[in-house]
Each structure stands twice: as structure tokens, then as C-alpha cells.
């Protein structure tokens, strides 16, 4: 499973000039997670900071129980093993093949045999499409081929953390979507925890199960996709629709007299050239193509909102409700291509140690009701958790049904452990 990466009170200047203060959010484990922001806003600085790249001047960033912003060099080099880093540029080596820039961390990192590490950057140059181009010269391709051949390098040590600065940058649309689409199946399949900086408002709509969005040197929001959707904070809806009316400027810190020119324009009628879209409705999350394994990270995501559900604003609760229900409809409807349900469909209901209790339908209270590998239904038609029944007894006892089975705090500690082990056919669901 990826690792969680906690970050706390984190601040970076570069002499006089501050970049972001208190920064304090947690990727959790094995989720993919974007950051936006406003041009200069330091959402590069920020992802050199979580490999040690940068120093911070206060705040920490935890990972794997290691503090990296005061360990010795020594740890901090085992610390970046876990990581793959697509930086915006590629950044491979003109001079080499793309094969040689794929092998480089297998070579620098491991004592793997040639044979070996042909094995591996050939199956990575295959997982990103790149196939017959591995002798070329990063001068010799696109601008899109030679991301993918940074993502094929970002992931040959199996990373367990991948930061992504503008994986879509330089990159046509449907370009765009394919390596998007490639996250996620890559998520399916290495669990990893993932980091995607990006300006692509559809990326943010359609990949990351939690965004973030920093501006005037603060993290504005981090917390569950559908949170920042649905904001109404004015900074994030002028950025989401990409209007130039709005506290984001052309330089970071707008002028007053500009804003309030602005304001009389958008008063007049007269258009500051954003998007209509209404991006509170939410839009299902790209899952994984068939024939990926299962998103785990998906199912402990739904978990932890759950959990913490009752904590966020009303618009953010009722579009979760909904984004959870169209989840399961769908699942109904094409089974083969659910994350939850195949993991459900995984597990065995008469299992002591292991077994669900149900989804819920949505607002509505429209229930769907999936099934064990043995056709079995789940028995409690009334609870939204999947949970060992040791665990989750008190809250099953005390979930009601329909749209007031989200309203109460449920404790999903070890929530989905289980039902991941079971998924994976791993033995023993003690947690
Ligand atoms: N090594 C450095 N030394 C001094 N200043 C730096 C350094 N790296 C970045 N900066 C400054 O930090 C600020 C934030 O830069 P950064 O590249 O992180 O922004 P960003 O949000 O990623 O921007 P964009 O979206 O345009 O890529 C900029 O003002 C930049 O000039």
C-alpha cells in the first residue's frame, strides 16, 4: 500500500520572499490527490519540499514515520526510494535513450542484473505506450512522448509515493485523458499515493479522489474532491471556471481599482470569459480500465469521508451523498467495472471475520444492494460502511437508513482492512 505523507505547518520563503506559511494537510495512504493553484502560487516548490528537495524554514513533513525535514542525509536518501517524481519538463537526459533515462534510477538505485533491469524498463515502456521508441533521444519525440517516458521513469523503482507536476501540460486533450487514465489504472494497480499538480480543471473534476488549492501563500482548502467542487469560496469557483473576474489576477495580489472596474463590467452584463459549467454537479471519477484490480485506495476513500462527512459543509455532504449513490448504481449496472462492488463481490458475507453491511442508495434513500461471492445479499439494507462487524456494530446498530445514515460520525478506524484483505486474498483480517 502507498504511504501516507503528512505535512504540518510547512513554510518556505526564498530569501525575503515568503511562497506558502502553515501549510498542514495529509495524503492519505494509496489516494490520488491534486493540487491546485494560481500560476507562481508554489505548487512546484511545494512537491520539492515533499522529496527534500527544498528546506522548509518551519513544519514538518512525515513520512513513513520519518521526519525528512530534520533527518540525516543518509535516511532521507532511503525516504526518496519510495518515490517517483514526473517533474513538469521531463527532466530526462538529452543525451541518452529513452531506455537509458528509464533504466537511470534502476541503475543508480539497485545492484538488478542487465537482464533484469531490461525486463522491468521494457515492461514500463510498454505500460506507457511507448513501445519501439525506447532507443530514440528525448530531442527526437513530442512533448507527450517524452512525459510518458518521465512516468515510465517515475515508476521503475515501484514507487509508493508518485508526484506528478502538470502531467497534462504541452499535452493535447485526449492525450490528456489517456495519461489520466493511466494514474488511475496505475493506482489500481501499485495502490501508490499520489500527488498530481495540475491546472486541468477536468483532470481535478474526473481523477483525484481529494484536491487542494493553495493562493495567497495559504492552502486554501485540502479535503474530498466533491468539497472543493461545490465551494463557494470565490477564489476557487473564479478558478474553476476560469473567469478573469475574481481575487485571482494577472499578478497574484489584484489591484483594487481593478477590481472594482471589473466588478461594474460584470455588473454591465459583460463577460469575463469563464466557463458556465456548474461544477457542483459532480461528474463520475474515472475508474480503472477493465481488467485493472481493484482501486483500493477508493474503498478506504469512501471510509474516511464517510468518517468525516458530518465535518464538511452542506453542499460537499449532499454531493458525496449523491456521488456515492451514482457510484453504486453504476456498480449495479456493470459490476465488472466497480471498484466497490468487485471488492464486495470478493468478500464472503458468512465470514465471522469479514463481511459488509450494506451501501446506501443516496438521497433518496434508493438502496442497492450488493452481493457476496456466494450471491448472498448483505444483511443490513441500512448502513453505508464496510466493516468488520466487530468494528462496526455500534454503527450499524445505530444508522438509520436514506439520507440521515451519513449525517452521524462513524468510526471507520480499520474500517476497510478487511475487506481489502479479503479483496486481495490475503489471509487474516485482524487489524
Ligand atoms: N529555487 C528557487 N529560488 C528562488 N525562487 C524560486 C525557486 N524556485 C521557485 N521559486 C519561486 O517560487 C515561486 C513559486 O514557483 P513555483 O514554480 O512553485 O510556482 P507554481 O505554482 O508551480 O507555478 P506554475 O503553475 O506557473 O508552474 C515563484 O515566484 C518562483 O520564482
Same mark, same amino acid.
Request: hydrophobic share 40%; net charge negative; charged share 20%.
Given at each position: ?6 505535512? #504540518? ?15 498542514? =494537510? ?7 490527490? %491534486? =493540487? ?13 519540499? &515533499? ?27 532511503? +525516504? ?46 510498454? &505500460? ?32 509508493? +509515493?508518485? &508526484? ?83 481575487? +485571482? ?11 472594482? %472596474?471589473?466588478?461594474?463590467?460584470? %455588473? ?12 457542483? #454537479? ?36 449532499? %454531493? +458525496?451523498?449523491?456521488?456515492?449513490? #451514482? ?105
Amino acid at each position: 500500500m502507498g504511504v501516507e505523507v503528512t505535512v #504540518e505547518g510547512l513554510t518556505k520563503s526564498f530569501g525575503s520572499q515568503n511562497i506558502w506559511r502553515d501549510v498542514s =494537510l495529509t495524503l492519505p495512504a494509496g489516494e490520488v490527490n %491534486a =493540487l491546485l493553484g494560481p500560476s507562481g502560487t508554489g505548487k512546484s516548490v511545494f512537491l520539492k519540499t &515533499l522529496i527534500g528537495l527544498l528546506h522548509p524554514e518551519q513544519g514538518s513533513v512525515i513520512i513513513d514515520g520519518t521526519d525528512i525535514t530534520q533527518c540525516s542525509a543518509k535516511e532521507l536518501y532511503e +525516504i526518496r526510494k519510495l518515490f517517483g517524481v514526473l517533474f513538469q519538463d521531463g527532466a530526462l537526459f538529452g543525451s541518452m535513450s529513452l531506455y537509458d533515462n528509464i533504466a537511470f534510477p534502476l541503475r543508480e538505485h539497485t545492484k538488478k542484473k542487465e537482464d533484469e533491469v531490461r525486463r522491468i524498463v521494457m515492461e514500463k515502456v510498454e &505500460l506507457v505506450g511507448l513501445a519501439g521508441a525506447e532507443g530514440k533521444l528525448p530531442g527526437e519525440i513530442s512533448g507527450g512522448m517524452r512525459k510518458r517516458a518521465g512516468l515510465a521513469r517515475a515508476l521503475v523503482l515501484d514507487p509508493q +509515493i508518485i &508526484l506528478c507536476d502538470e502531467p497534462d501540460s504541452g499535452l493535447d486533450p485526449v492525450r490528456t485523458a489517456y495519461i489520466s487514465q493511466l494514474l488511475i489504472d496505475i493506482n489500481a494497480e501499485i495502490d501508490a499515493t499520489i500527488l498530481i499538480v495540475t491546472h486541468n480543471i477536468n483532470i481535478a473534476r474526473t481523477i483525484p479522489d481529494n484536491i487542494g488549492m493553495l493562493f495567497r501563500k495559504e492552502l486554501v482548502m485540502f479535503g474530498p474532491r466533491e468539497q472543493l467542487l461545490t465551494s463557494e469560496q470565490p477564489v476557487v469557483k473564479q478558478f474553476l471556471s476560469g473567469d478573469r473576474f475574481g481575487p +485571482i489576477g494577472m499578478s497574484e495580489e489584484k489591484d483594487e481599482s481593478v477590481a472594482a %472596474a471589473e466588478a461594474a463590467m460584470q %455588473a454591465a452584463g459583460i463577460s469575463g470569459g469563464g466557463t458556465a459549467d456548474d461544477f457542483s #454537479e459532480i461528474i463520475p471519477q474515472v475508474q480503472p480500465n477493465p481488467g485493472m484490480p481493484v482501486r483500493k485506495a477508493a474503498i478506504r476513500h469512501r471510509a474516511n469521508v464517510l468518517g468525516m462527512l458530518h465535518t464538511l459543509p452542506e453542499n460537499a455532504q449532499h %454531493a +458525496i451523498r449523491n456521488s456515492i449513490a #451514482e457510484e453504486d448504481r453504476r456498480a449495479a449496472e456493470s459490476p465488472e467495472t466497480s471498484t466497490t462492488l468487485v471488492a464486495l463481490s470478493q468478500t464472503d458475507f458468512n465470514d465471522p471475520n469479514a463481511r459488509f453491511t450494506g451501501l446506501p442508495g443516496g438521497p433518496e434513500g434508493v438502496y442497492v444492494a450488493p452481493t457476496d461471492v456466494h450471491g448472498n445479499t448483505a444483511a443490513s439494507a441500512q448502513t453505508d460502511v464496510v466493516a468488520r462487524p466487530d468494528m462496526a456494530k455500534t454503527a450499524v446498530a445505530q444508522q438509520p437508513a436514506g439520507d440521515d445514515a451519513f449525517t452521524q460520525p462513524i468510526d471507520t478506524s480499520a474500517i476497510e482492512t478487511a475487506i481489502i484483505d479479503k479483496s486481495n486474498g490475503q489471509g487474516s483480517n485482524q487489524a
